[in-house]
């Protein structure tokens, strides 16, 4: 039986203090798991994956690490800090946020330099990593002269290059190309395969199957309506209509009725093929 990661009761969390983001939330994450939390814009998603990397702290309710509950004052332990540091990873939706560091090599040896690991390993990491990216040419690069696709796969090579054992991510196919797609969604794959727990916030309907065995959606309402296995939620239809994750649109056809699509974040559009009489 997997142990659990993270325990969230009852947290609500308002942005600034002011604007709602979470309201009433209940989870459990256990290890190993490949989670995709869905949602609107603006229905929570990002905050709930600040929450779970200890960047931001519920005003009501509580959430636990590992047992432990994690807040602020926790988080100033320095052996707690650096155990829940070295365990969760987070790759950030704009990568601008995440990146600072002067070259490539410099940004993905920065957290395990952090951690204590010795210069000879950091040195191993890095090598290993700019090779499974393809990213030898761009090490003495800085980050800011590159492509967003080549900023994403630094984000995610320095967030990698601590080794967690779980590994938060926001929007992780916004703005890349579909090779570059194509390649997250095989590298998230290969990580899950090796243990890894994976917790990724999307709003791209065709990649969640690949992404996730459990989905979770927050609704509109900051609430969390409904959770299953992928293939369940995706296919059910009235419920991503509800939480606007797919709207329909319609179109008249020559003989007057008119002909509804769902349309959303799907690789290909799914046709709704029943008709409306109009009158």
Request: hydrophobic residues 35%; charged residues 25%.
């Amino acid at each position: 039986m997997e142990k659990k990661v993270f325990e969230i009761k009852d947290v609500s969390y308002s942005c600034l203090g002011k604007f709602p983001a979470l309201c009433g939330v209940n989870l459990e994450i256990k290890e190993k798991e490949k989670i995709a939390l869905l949602g609107a814009n603006g229905s929570g998603k990002s905050s709930l994956i600040l929450i779970l990397n200890g960047l931001a702290f519920p005003q009501k309710g509580e959430i636990r690490f590992m047992g432990e509950r994690l807040t602020e004052e926790s988080l100033e332990d320095e052996e707690f800090n650096s155990f829940f540091r070295k365990t969760v990873g987070l790759v950030f939706q704009n990568s601008d946020i995440q990146l600072f560091s002067s070259t490539v090599w410099d940004e993905i040896a920065f957290g395990p330099t952090q951690l204590g690991i010795s210069k000879a390993e950091v040195e191993e990491r890095v090598n290993d990593l700019l090779e499974m990216l393809d990213m030898h040419s761009l090490k003495d690069r800085s980050p800011y002269q590159l492509s967003g696709g080549e900023k994403k796969k630094v984000a995610i090579a320095s967030t990698l290059a601590v080794n967690p054992d779980i590994l938060l991510l926001d929007e992780p196919t916004n703005g890349l190309d579909p090779r570059t797609q194509a390649f997250l969604m095989e590298l998230l794959e290969e990580l899950h395969r090796s243990g890894k727990t994976i917790i990724t916030a999307t709003h791209d309907l065709g990649k969640v199957e690949k992404m996730a065995d459990r989905v979770i959606i927050l609704g509109e309402d900051h609430t969390i309506v409904t959770e299953g296995c992928a293939s369940e939620v995706l296919g059910n239809k009235s419920l991503l209509l509800e939480v606007n994750l797919i709207h329909e649109h319609l179109h008249r056809h020559d003989d007057g009725t008119l002909h509804s699509h769902e349309h959303g974040h799907f690789s290909e559009h799914e046709h709704n093929h029943n008709k409306y009489k109009t009158v």
